[in-house]
């Protein structure tokens, strides 16, 4: 009898997650990251454990969100993007602090300047004046606008396994405006995001080949 019990309860023993692709990433996830110098230093040989998972939801699409926990205090997110090919997208978000420091405001206003009328990309143009230790090796000398303005939906859910409503009600999640900036080789951007409250977040992003992350170990 015991023979059979113990036939049973390995049968009925959960397998553990296997991740394969950076889409399997959940809540208490960790990932190991490369050591190639095309990373920040704040990146680089870094361990991060997904602390939050977020979507970002568009007229024609959604996009997932990982926001990521190391052993500094950066604000660091993770999502894929999709250019031919699929990569991963470090954002870094930044303070007024750092934006001031970083660039010209009178500049910067720029981006919100109205888009020309046949085109959403806006006429922003920028040029880094200094890094500051945060954003060293995240910014780039010259970006110019490829996004105005565009409306999407913030929600603090995983799109991937809770369904997000179509209604303006308190589940329609936040309404926001994106405006982007891409430099000369569209590996770096900047991100600047404007809600409906006035308040504003920007983010310095890097674009990256899926290989940047080595190793994914699941946290259940």
């Known amino acids: 009898m015991s023979?059979?019990?113990?036939?049973f309860n390995k049968s009925n023993k959960k397998l553990p997650r296997r991740l394969s692709s950076v889409n399997d990433l959940n809540k208490g996830d960790i990932i190991v990251l490369t050591d190639s110098f095309g990373l920040p230093e704040s990146l680089r040989k870094q361990e991060f454990q997904i602390s939050t998972v977020n979507s970002y939801e568009y007229e024609t699409f959604t996009q997932?969100?990982?926001a990521l926990t190391g052993t500094k205090n950066s604000e660091i997110f993770l999502s894929l993007e999709v250019d031919d090919t699929l990569y991963l997208k470090f954002s870094l978000k930044i303070s007024?602090?750092?934006?001031?420091h970083l660039f010209?405001?009178?500049?910067?206003s720029t981006i919100f300047d109205n888009s020309s009328e046949n085109d959403n990309t806006g006429q922003g143009f920028l040029t880094r004046q200094?890094?500051?230790e945060l954003s060293n090796q995240w910014s780039s000398p010259e970006y110019r606008q490829s996004i105005y303005a565009k409306v999407g939906y913030f929600h603090r859910k995983d799109h991937r396994s809770e369904s997000l409503s179509p209604y303006q009600d308190k589940e329609s999640g936040e309404q926001f405006k994106?405006?982007?900036?891409l430099d000369k080789e569209e590996?770096?951007?900047i991100e600047v995001?404007?809600?409906?409250d006035g308040d504003t977040d920007v983010f310095l992003c890097l674009y990256r080949p899926l290989t940047d992350i080595v190793d994914m170990y699941p946290g259940s």
């Open 187 to 189: 590996d770096r951007a």
């Open 96 to 100: 007024h602090e750092d934006i001031e």
């Open 178 to 181: 994106l405006y982007q900036l």
């Open 104 to 108: 010209d405001l009178e500049q910067f």
């Open 130 to 132: 200094a890094d500051t």
């Open 64 to 66: 997932t969100e990982w």
């Open 3 to 7: 023979f059979f019990k113990k036939i």
């Open 193 to 196: 995001e404007v809600w409906e």
